[in-house]
């Protein structure tokens, strides 16, 4: 800091470039090796840095996993993300360690600062914070300080903060866009999706504070907030309209699913609201079934046991694990969207979901398109044989109050003529695979 504060002093030489550099899963080599020798590990790390860097650079251990390099003399952007380079790769090379051959990535964040302009404490955060965004991008990378950066930092800095409070009917809301089959409108079920109303910050889509909630070990709070109330949601829906037989589908967080009471709380919500386990499915990602799978099983196999339907969500885009598909109690597989939206220009995406649903066929698996946004693609997925399709040409996410009109209905106005358009060449689906 002392000499970083000299180096930054109104007058000084500038830029002065600063790497942030952090070990990647240091905590696997602590847990397998013990900490003596992730120690000898650290000491060969440091040595290679100052080994890898100039002479006049200075090289400093922060604690843990983390050190920083200040770079000797003026850098340019260019210049510093070059250097950052060469010590990522100097540093990710494989180290002999009694008898065992290891090796780390290394998460590297570079940001310039102007002296007289910005203080050291700044500094170090701003490479910290560009290391972290190459750290969620999967690690092992090189990434550079902007200041957009700085606005979403201070963004998710305000989000982390007011998380923890705001897990409550006045600040959170879902909601809810509808399932449809495809040949007829109906509504064939609903899928929950939270929103949080911020103030100042106004309204929050998922993508900015559920993973905000599994770093911060939320996830299960927020989890269980949005499986109630969508569960409540539904018997006030049942209430006003008699006979009313949809499935509510629910997002879980992987973290969720492997914390050890997931299905009592599924259960107990159940009882609150009189609902049927087949009422509700949870729709979990294809990564976290690869995350834990012992526990993943069990706890799907007691959700099984209460007649809860799982899904399958982005279907195609994880680690295919589709070995896991044989060994896992899912009902349904949901297509990616990724590979909906241009489904009738796209050969690759046909054959994509061609193979999906024929998998699922094979599984005996419900299927669903999700990312309908064209006509084009509802013609190709009934072609192909998926008749269960979600996406803004059928309906956006409503509000509750929107929605409960069309589920009074039943059905969707289908934004086609059954005659003239999509269904002309085929009134029903060619190859109609689906098992329910
Ligand atoms: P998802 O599970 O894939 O949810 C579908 C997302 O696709 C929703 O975005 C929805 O608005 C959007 N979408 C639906 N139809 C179309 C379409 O035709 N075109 C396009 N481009 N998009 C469409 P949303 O609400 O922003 O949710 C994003 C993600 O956040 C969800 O992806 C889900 O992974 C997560 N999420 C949402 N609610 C929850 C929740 O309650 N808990 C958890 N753990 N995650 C949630
Ligand atoms: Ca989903
Ligand atoms: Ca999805």
Not at 312 to 325: A, C, E, K, Q, V
Not at 329 to 338: E, F, H, N, S
Request: net charge negative; charged share 25%; proline share 4%.
């Amino acid at each position: 800091f002392e000499y970083l504060d000299k180096r930054l002093e109104d007058g000084a030489p500038g830029p002065v470039g600063v790497l942030f550099l952090d070990l990647d899963r240091l905590k696997a080599l602590n847990d397998f090796l013990g900490h003596k020798a992730a120690d000898s590990y650290l000491c060969r790390i440091a040595d290679r840095l100052s080994e890898g860097s100039e002479s006049d650079d200075l090289v400093a251990r922060l604690g843990g996993d983390e050190f920083v390099v200040v770079l000797s003399g003026p850098s340019s952007p260019a210049e510093a993300m070059k250097r950052a380079e060469v010590l990522q790769e100097v540093v990710g090379a494989s180290v002999a360690l009694g008898g065992q051959t290891v090796g780390r990535g290394v998460s590297v964040g570079v940001a310039l600062g102007t002296p007289g302009q910005v203080g050291s404490a700044t500094l170090l955060s701003r490479a910290d914070q560009a290391m972290m965004v190459v750290k969620r991008q999967g690690g092992n990378g090189v990434g550079v300080f902007t200041d957009d950066m700085n606005e979403k930092g201070d963004r998710r800095t305000i989000i982390e903060m007011n998380l923890r409070t705001s897990i409550d009917d006045d600040h959170l809301t879902l909601e809810y866009q509808p399932e449809i089959d495809l040949r007829t409108g109906m509504i064939l079920g609903v899928e929950a999706l939270v929103r949080w109303n911020h103030s100042p910050l106004g309204l929050l889509q998922p993508g900015e504070f559920v993973e905000v909630a599994e770093s911060t070990n939320l996830a299960g709070e927020l989890g269980e907030w949005v499986i109630t109330r969508a569960c409540a949601q539904l018997a006030g829906w049942k209430r006003e309209i008699p006979g009313l037989r949809i499935t509510m589908s629910v997002n879980v967080s992987p973290v969720q699913l492997v914390s050890l009471d997931f299905d009592a709380t599924v259960k107990s919500v159940l009882r609150r609201y009189d609902l049927e386990g087949s009422e509700l499915c949870l729709e979990i990602t294809e990564n976290v079934v690869v995350g834990d799978l012992q526990r993943t099983r069990d706890t799907l196999r007691r959700l099984e046991r209460l007649g809860v339907r799982v899904a399958i969500d982005d279907f195609g885009t994880g680690y295919s694990s589709l070995g896991h598909l044989k060994s896992l109690p899912v009902d349904t597989l949901k297509i990616d969207r990724g590979f909906v939206q241009n489904l009738d220009h796209s050969e690759e995406d046909r054959v994509i979901v061609d193979s999906i649903v024929g998998l699922a066929s094979s599984f005996g698996l419900r299927v669903v398109a999700e990312g309908v946004e064209s006509t084009g693609a509802v013609r190709e997925l009934l072609d192909l044989g998926c008749v269960r399709a979600q996406g803004f040409l059928l309906s956006r996410p409503a509000t509750p109050d929107r929605l409960v009109g069309m589920l009074r209905a039943g059905r969707i106005r289908l934004p086609w003529s059954p005659e003239g358009g999509v269904g002309a060449r085929r009134s029903m689906a060619r190859r109609c695979r689906e098992p329910f």
